[in-house]
């Protein structure tokens, strides 16, 4: 099966119809996957025998018209849980964790009738931007194998973009579905805050992570994200609001006749020449079909970054607290007495770049430092929300790069913690405020042939917007039709 010349409503027909079967499907799939993973590594856990075995109950049972996920398979980033398959967080204090439960976005796709085809890799504990934080193994971008594939959802976006899967969960903390879109040339969407329950992820920022989609096409995105969205009693913070049929409003290039499209210069200043020149022919693209492009400033992105880590290390410090080798995880052997159990298993169950955030948010927390640190931070949080909030006044959507470089080399950046954290300037102060946003494939690189990303910036519980601004884009273009020749250089 490849999966580049289809897409999830062609297979459910398919399906449906009989034209192929689920255990076909599924067993196309893995094999698949088994002939791309010594290279792209993009799976920490297949789940192969489980899947097959459903795979063939859907078979004996039909699908139904409403049933737009039986059957096909799909993957999940290991940081959400999955009940009875290993949940690792790609961290060896998780390393044999079990969930007991699933989480409720697992069991949405679950009722739904999907076949879980594994749980892919990722930057431990969600922490990182390139998925080298691993404790496991550096999964590889598909366009070069020499190259970082984002992170912290990199298996996830690397695992689509190889053809394995029409679609993969990620969650995005700080960019974590964005960037690695952009680093792959696929679509990643992260949704507004609260749009989609966060239980049963494995927390890094409570008042950041949203769990999200990577697809290669945006219809399939809509499609995916209306699925697992809605109001959750487990998740005091998801919202109440209705879930709109994203899909079904998508169609020609109206859709942006009119629209107003903010692009900030603070999103053009430090970006590499070979990601400028294709973010701004994509902006003369939107153009070309009516969209009025107007420069703006949100001042205090600059701000960004370090605001952001003071404030997710923080969170990130108080949801590790509960590994400490006792209660479950991994436990310390030869330990002499109670404080022992808990340094050493924090010491040797945690990365470095782990235990450098849980300092860091310790830090900001700490008596003396609180006013200093964590408060400062969090009004800048507020400052860079009013920022959004005056240009959405008067704009629709904001566009600009989704990175400010492609896909760099894997070990260029990895023992630099400060050039790493930057790579999310242009994606953090989404979070901060909350909104909806998405990178959608603009281009390559012509100076190395990598894919880049065009971020795409919404109100509030605006998907729809951003949608209809990604469709238009990517059905007047061809870029998303490009595949990775997988053992390098495209």
Partial sequence: MDFYQTDLSQLHDDLKNKKISATELTKETFDHIKENEDQVKAFITLNEDAAMKKAAEIDQQGINDDQLTAGIPLAVKDNILTKGLK????????????????????????????????????????????????????????WDLTRVPGGSSGGSAAAVAAGDVLGALGTDTGGSIRMPASFNGIVGMKPTYGRVSRWGIIAFGSSFDQVGWLTRTVKDNALLTQMISGNDEHDMTSSMKEVPNWAAQLNDDTNVKGL???????????????????????????????????????????????????????????????????????????????EDVYVRSRTEGFSEEVKRRIMLGTFSLSAGFYDAYFNKAAKVRRLIAQDFENVFKDHDVILGATGASTAFKIGAEIDDP????????????????????????????????????LQIIGKPFDEQTVYNTAYVFEQTTDVHKKAPKLGGQN
Wanted: hydrophobic letters at 40%; proline letters at 5%; zero cysteines.
């Fill in 87 to 142: 949940t690792t967080a790609a961290s060896k204090m998780l390393e044999n964790f079990n969930p007991v439960y699933d989480a409720t976005v697992v069991e949405k796709l679950n009722n739904n009738g999907f076949i879980n085809v594994g749980k892919t890799n990722l930057d431990e504990f969600a922490m990182g931007s390139s998925t080298e934080n691993s404790a496991f193994f550096t999964t590889h971008n598909p």
């Fill in 418 to 453: 400060q050039t790493m954290y930057m790579n999310d300037v242009l994606t953090v102060p989404v979070n901060m405020a909350g909104l909806p946003a998405m990178s959608v494939p603009a281009g390559f690189s012509s100076k190395n042939g990598m894919p880049v990303g």
């Fill in 260 to 338: 107003r499209i903010a692009v900030p210069k603070e999103y053009f200043e430090g970006i590499n020449d070979d990601v400028h020149e294709v973010i701004k022919n994509a902006l003369d693209h939107l153009e070309s079909f009516g969209a009025i492009i107007d420069e703006v400033s949100l001042p205090h992105t600059k701000y960004g970054v370090p605001a952001y880590y003071i404030l997710a290390s923080s969170e990130a410090s108080s949801n590790l607290q509960r590994y400490d080798g006792i209660r479950y995880g991994f436990r310390a052997k030869d330990v002499k007495n109670i």
